[in-house]
């Protein structure tokens, strides 16, 4: 069985990506990267670790997202790697993935903590910020290339297709859950509402309600009690 991590990224060589991509050589054969138009030394870092990496030729992925995504999906499918895992620049999973990725299953769903707080490490817990309760889609078995079908958005067209058929599903445990840094430290939970508030025209009203709530003064948190294995640092 190999893994592949797959990312899409843009300006992130001096927030979590140097000690994400550490992390994620430990358990993935090959990472596959959209660079969305860095300008910084994003570019340099991912032939460092020998990242397989194409260029966003579409313009900017932030408001018109369906493009990149859809050819991300495409050069992870033409890797021929078995499995595929996708994880943003500031995720990664709390314990190996490859535990969990038997050969009966064809995809793999992971719940998710939002990390709210560094020290200690600390995650928010809401009626908003929950998805540590759930479970998304976040990695597959290669279903090989075919015409597919995609969420005609912007902003949250998913990160794979609608038309995706997965039959033999599981559901990670928390003890392997995904980590998201994106929100840790008030400077990025400011960069990340600015982010959204840029683009609330094509937000849904509880898209909306949900990206302003990243300001809240005092939010409930909680500290993560499950065992990390490659804590996230910032460069």
């Known amino acids: 069985m190999n893994l592949a991590v797959v990312t899409m990224v843009r300006n992130e060589a001096e927030r979590w990506l140097p000690s994400a991509l550490d992390a994620w050589s430990q358990?993935?054969?090959?990472?596959?990267?959209?660079?969305?138009?860095?300008?910084d030394g994003t570019a340099d870092l991912l032939r460092k670790h020998g990242a397989q990496t194409h260029q966003n030729a579409l313009g900017t992925a932030w408001g018109a997202e369906v493009g990149p995504r859809r050819a991300l999906f495409d050069f992870a499918v033409q890797s021929g790697c078995e499995w595929l895992l996708w994880l943003d620049a500031d995720m990664v999973p709390a314990q190996d993935p490859r535990d969990l990725m038997f050969a009966s299953l064809d995809g793999l769903s992971f719940p998710l903590y939002d990390?709210?707080?560094?020290?200690?490490?600390?995650?928010?817990?809401?009626?908003?910020w929950s998805a540590h309760r759930g479970a998304r889609l976040w990695a597959i078995r290669n279903p090989g290339e075919r015409r597919w079908r995609w969420q005609e958005r912007?902003?949250?067209?998913?990160?794979?297709?609608?038309?995706?058929?997965?039959?033999?599903?599981?559901?990670?445990?928390?003890?392997?859950?995904?980590?998201?840094?994106?929100?840790?430290t008030p400077e990025l939970r400011?960069?990340?509402?600015?982010?959204?508030?840029?683009?609330?025209?094509?937000?849904?009203?509880?898209?909306?309600?949900?990206?302003?709530?990243?300001?809240?003064?005092?939010p409930n948190t909680l500290p993560l009690q499950e065992s990390v294995r490659w804590p996230l640092k910032l460069a």
């Open 27 to 39: 358990f993935a054969d090959e990472i596959i990267a959209l660079d969305d138009g860095s300008t």
């Open 115 to 128: 990390l709210w707080s560094l020290t200690p490490l600390a995650y928010r817990e809401d009626q908003l």
């Open 154 to 184: 912007g902003i949250h067209c998913g990160h794979l297709p609608l038309n995706l058929e997965l039959s033999h599903l599981a559901v990670a445990p928390l003890s392997h859950a995904l980590l998201h840094y994106a929100y840790a």
């Open 190 to 218: 400011a960069q990340k509402l600015q982010q959204y508030v840029s683009k609330q025209d094509q937000l849904t009203e509880r898209e909306l309600q949900h990206a302003l709530s990243i300001g809240d003064a005092q």
